[in-house]
């Protein structure tokens, strides 16, 4: 309920996730880092497998990137679940405070653990759309070859953004 003292809709609080600490302590950190899944990228995208994004508006991953862009973030793609525990390794070993991200419910509920074993705190915007999950292709999406789409919720991670910041 921690979200609703920030301006958050009770909607809205049933699409994030926390990871590693209470909401409000959370958006206190100096949060610079958004991690973003390779599956919001448009199928047959040349960026789908890249970190970097053309942004040309054919799917919500660019927006999502530009917003992070726009918000002086660094908008990072987590290619496969292998990645993600490196780059969440990464991260806390140089020093950063906590993270924004985007996933489906179902990942982060089967790896809570593991996104929790570092300590990074964070806070995750569920995705919309068939995840990997609905279609019985986790196998697929864990080694980063996942071939459906998702959407990310600009609005949200916006609002996630704009209450970071203050």
């Known amino acids: 309920m921690q979200f609703l003292d920030h301006g958050f809709t009770l909607a809205e609080t049933e699409r994030l996730m926390p990871v590693n600490g209470k909401p409000?302590?959370?958006?206190?950190?100096?949060?610079?880092?958004?991690?973003l899944p390779?599956?919001?990228?448009?199928?047959g995208c040349s960026y789908r497998n890249d970190d970097d994004c053309a942004i040309c508006g054919?799917?919500?991953?660019?927006?999502?990137?530009?917003?992070?862009?726009?918000?002086?973030?660094?908008?990072?793609?987590?290619?496969?679940?292998?990645?993600?525990?490196?780059?969440?390794?990464?991260?806390?070993a140089n020093g950063a405070s906590a993270y924004?991200?985007?996933?489906?419910?179902?990942?982060?509920?089967k790896h809570y653990a593991d996104f929790a074993r570092n300590?990074?705190?964070g806070i995750l915007v569920d995705?919309?759309?068939?995840?990997?999950?609905d279609l019985n292709k986790q196998r697929e999406a864990y080694?980063?070859?996942?071939?459906?789409?998702?959407d990310m919720d600009l609005a949200l991670i916006q609002k996630l953004i704009a209450a970071s910041r203050k």
């Not at 924004?100 to 509920?109: K, L, M, P, T, W």
């Open 143 to 150: 080694l980063g070859d996942f071939e459906g789409q998702t």
């Open 24 to 35: 409000s302590d959370i958006l206190k950190q100096k949060i610079d880092l958004v991690l």
């Open 127 to 133: 995705v919309s759309r068939s995840t990997c999950y």
């Open 119 to 121: 300590g990074l705190p």
């Open 58 to 92: 054919a799917c919500s991953y660019g927006d999502v990137h530009q917003a992070c862009l726009d918000a002086k973030m660094r908008p990072m793609t987590i290619l496969n679940f292998e990645h993600l525990m490196e780059t969440l390794e990464r991260e806390a």
């Open 38 to 43: 390779y599956c919001a990228k448009l199928p």
């Open 100 to 109: 924004i991200g985007s996933c489906c419910e179902a990942f982060y509920h």
